[in-house]
Every structure is written in C-alpha cells, then in structure tokens.
Nanobody, 123 residues
Framework: QVQLVESGGGLVQAGGSLRLSCATS????????LAWFRQAPGKEREFVAA??????YYADSVKGRFTISRDLAKNTVYLQMNSLKFEDTAVYYC??????????????????WGQGTQVTVSS
C-alpha cells in the first residue's frame, strides 16, 4: 500500500522559513514525479513545485523562495520555504505519480496523495 506522509507544517511569521517533508512508502518512486500542491480556504488546490526525471518546476508565485528536493535513500521529498508570505498560508499536500507527465501542474495527473500539513503565515 502506497503512503505519503507530510510533516513540518506550523505557524511562522512573515519572512520566516519552514521545511516540509513527505515520506513515501509502499513503493520506490525513483523514476516518478513528486510534487507539492497547496489549498487555501475557499480556493482550489494549486500547484507549487514538482521534481521529475526531466527537471524541476515551480509555480511563479513561489519561484526564488521555495526549493523542492528529494532524498532517494530516504524515499523523502522536501519543500524548503523561505521568505514566507501571508498568502502562502494553506494546507500543503504531497503528491506522486509513477512516471513523468507533462501535466505535472494538474492534480488529476497524480495517483497518490498525502493527508496534508497546515502552514500558517502570520502577517
């Protein structure tokens, strides 16, 4: 059974940093696409970042502030978030799919999801 478990969320002041982790189990996502999405209250889930066999991609809103990375030995993907803004407040979700897809920005492209972790940025 595939599981994705996020951790690292919390409350932080604007300008601060957090690092989210997503531990995967049940299969090895070596050639897969791993991504982070987020969903703020009353809004649709939106793409944040993805790491694929082709490259690494970011939403324009987080480019230069967030960094996605992975540790294959630990089967974990990370999201380092710096210079956090109030508008970054959301539940952050880890997602995975078995292979590369050019549709990596879309929720429908992913087969597996974590339960989410809350990030709250105070202004």
């Amino acid at each position: 059974q595939v599981q994705l478990v996020e951790s690292g969320g919390g409350l932080v002041q604007a300008g601060g940093s957090l690092r989210l982790s997503c531990a995967t189990s049940g299969r090895t996502f070596t050639s897969s696409t791993l991504a982070w999405f987020r969903q703020a209250p009353g809004k649709e889930r939106e793409f944040v970042a993805a790491i694929t066999v082709v490259g690494i991609y970011y939403a324009d809103s987080v480019k230069g502030r967030f960094t996605i990375s992975r540790d294959l030995a630990k089967n974990t993907v990370y999201l380092q978030m710096n210079s956090l803004k109030f508008e970054d407040t959301a539940v952050y979700y880890c997602a995975a799919r078995d292979s590369y897809s050019s549709s990596y920005r879309y929720t429908a492209a992913y087969q597996y999801w974590g339960q989410g972790t809350q990030v709250t940025v105070s202004s």
